[in-house]
């Protein structure tokens, strides 16, 4: 579903990632792992659509991605990518459902549809009963939760999560690793997952072990 290759990027005279090959199925939920500066997130990134390879190209559905620009590129990324990160960026004047309908709403869907998987999503997540509560009145779990629902809104190919756990304590951790393993069995849905969770990491379908800006195990 998701091909990358020769994936390189450089920052002025530093090389970070030095022609990566990636190729990732439907409904795989697959980690990148290794030390700190190995190019973990720097892959995810241009995975993801959010920073430019300098040179390689990323497919997704064959189309190559890495070509596309301005609003073709955001569209793109809209409907086809949902995003997690270690703290999960809600808005915090709006509620648990207003934010998980806003990327729905930037898509142009109806709001009475977005609103409908909304509450979908929210309840399939353990959050029925904190719809209108605002972030700043949720739990770090819960919060990263309404983030999940949030990236699943527009029904995704898949979802990015870079250190999604790093910021919660390890029941929550565990409990939010599990549910994207349900999340995959419920919707056969896709996840790219950069990690420093030693223990969680090896739950995935597959490794990727990135050392010195290149793949040395998948």
């Known amino acids: ?54 040179s390689g190209d990323v497919f997704l559905h064959n189309m190559n991605i890495t070509q596309l620009e301005g609003r073709a590129l955001a569209d793109f990324r ?20 207003e934010n998980v309908c806003i990327p729905g709403f930037i ?31 949720l739990s770090g779990g819960e919060q990263q ?8 809104i527009n029904n995704p190919s898949v979802v990015m999560a870079d250190e999604p756990t790093g910021n919660l304590d390890s029941h929550n951790a565990r409990e939010l690793h599990q549910l994207f393993f349900t999340l995959r069995e419920q919707f056969g849905q896709t996840f790219i997952i950069v990690t420093h969770n030693e223990e969680l990491a090896p739950l995935s ?7 010195d800006g290149k793949i040395v195990s998948a």
């Open 1 to 54: 579903m998701l091909t990358a290759r020769n994936l390189t990027k450089n920052y002025s005279n530093l090389q970070v990632l030095k022609g990566v090959d990636v190729t990732v199925n439907k409904g795989e939920i697959v980690t990148i792992v290794g030390s700190s500066g190995a190019g973990k997130s720097t892959l995810l990134h241009l995975l993801g659509t959010s920073d430019t390879p300098t």
């Open 78 to 97: 809209n409907q086809h990518m949902g995003f997690i990160f270690q703290f999960h960026h809600l808005l915090p004047e709006f509620s648990a459902l």
């Open 107 to 137: 898509r142009g869907n109806k709001k009475a549809e977005v609103k409908e998987r909304a509450l979908f999503l929210l309840e399939t997540l353990g959050l029925k009963n904190r719809l209108d509560h605002r972030p700043n009145q």
């Open 145 to 152: 939760r309404v983030a999940v629902a949030r990236a699943l």
């Open 205 to 211: 379908d597959r490794q990727l072990v990135m050392k």
